[in-house]
């Protein structure tokens, strides 16, 4: 079976404590810390395999945040401190890119990590990467130098093509498995984030639009082999969150974006109801998000029966996969959950995509 598969997963797993512990000593990149990252990648690796997933990820240990790591390394792009809105019930808050000069991507970025991946696992080695939404999302407009970018339209195409040239080195180093992260979408279903994007300069109900014909650009020139899927969700910064709202919205441009597949979350009554499946075009998948990764508590397998069912009334089964709603550690945090809590949800997973899809 081609990715995504029955039983899925995200990408981002918690951080053992030595790999934590070492942080702290070791200068990042250097040969010390990043032998730590290759032991702990590589024990998560077999615990993976072990569980019975296909789809094997590094669980973006050598990453401090999801989406900086990669982002930072694209020509053009730094860090600022986010100016809102904010994840609740924590001080600390992720910073946000800022454009300063063309984007463009002269170097490989994170293909060495991901061929280490490959060669770690004899499964399907998944990558993540943040997608080229979110050069914009969190600061719009106001973020994005107007001396380096006069006409916004340059800017999405500098990304675009930013984004294809990685997406080749990826392919080209033997990755068939490729996610784009992508928190844009359902955070435009949330008043407070659309209220965000006009104080930042944009028109928050042409922004799915935008947004999807980035990622479809972006896409363009992907391999016939290389299977793509998109993952968005309403946040996940040490088990807090910062949007809420159905996928109505923006179902229809988030469908037509490109990928082949859907990570959508579904855990809390935050994401809405199933109903925006229905615009989902023919021969795509949704991979349902209904397994938690922001506490400990396991979902039972009725309960995850029954929401599987009632997905169906707006895709066939066939078309439907089974995944947490987002990862376990998308910062170097981690969530509030055990290492074992964690591989029990995984385990969860498994056990119920069997039994469904049999």
């Known amino acids: 079976m081609k990715p995504p598969f029955r039983a899925d997963q995200v990408g981002s797993l918690l951080r053992p404590p030595d790999l934590a512990k ?3 000593s070791f200068q990042r990149g250097s040969a010390e810390l990043r032998e730590i990252e290759n032991q702990a990648i590589e024990k998560a690796v077999k615990t993976q395999e072990a569980i019975g997933l296909e789809s094997i990820t590094d669980g973006e240990m050598r990453r401090d945040w999801w989406h900086l790591d990669f982002m930072l390394q694209l020509d053009g792009v730094t860090a600022t401190a986010n100016p809102g809105p904010k994840f609740g019930g924590t001080e600390e808050q992720p910073p946000i890119p800022s454009v ?12 060495e990590d991901f061929l280490f991946l490959k060669r770690a696992t ?26 380096v970018y ?24 033997g990755c068939t498995y490729l996610q784009l992260d992508d928190v844009s979408f359902s955070y435009l279903c949330d008043p407070k984030i659309q209220e965000n994007c006009r104080r930042n300069g944009d028109d928050p109900a042409k922004l799915p639009r ?61 994401a809405g109801t199933f109903e925006p499946l229905r615009y989902l075009p023919k021969g795509k998948k949704v991979v349902l998000g209904l397994v ?65 899809w049999k």
């Open 22 to 24: 070492a942080r702290g």
């Open 100 to 111: 300063t000069g063309k984007v463009g991507c002269s170097k490989p970025i994170m293909v």
């Open 122 to 147: 004899r499964k399907t080695a998944k990558f993540t990467i943040p997608s080229p939404s979110m050069l914009h999302l969190r600061g719009g407009r106001a973020s994005i130098s107007r001396d």
């Open 150 to 173: 006069p006409d916004i339209d340059a800017f999405w195409s500098d990304v675009s093509a930013a984004y294809r040239k990685a997406i080749r080195n990826f392919a080209d180093a």
């Open 210 to 270: 935008t947004y999807a014909n980035a990622v479809s650009e972006a896409l363009r020139e992907r391999p016939a082999g290389m299977t793509v899927t998109m993952h968005t969700c309403r946040g996940n910064f040490k088990s807090s969150w910062v949007a809420s709202g159905g996928y109505e919205p923006v179902a229809e441009a988030m469908f037509a974006s490109g990928p082949d597949a859907f990570f959508m979350e579904f855990d809390s009554e935050r």
């Open 292 to 356: 938690t990764t922001k506490s400990g508590s396991l979902e039972s397998k009725e309960s995850l029966f029954k929401r599987i069912k009632a997905a169906e009334t707006f895709v066939p089964l066939e078309n439907l996969c089974l995944s947490p709603q987002c990862g376990f550690s998308s910062t170097h945090h981690g969530n509030a959950l055990s290492i074992d809590e964690q591989w029990r949800k995984l385990e969860r997973v498994v056990e119920v995509a069997r039994e469904v």
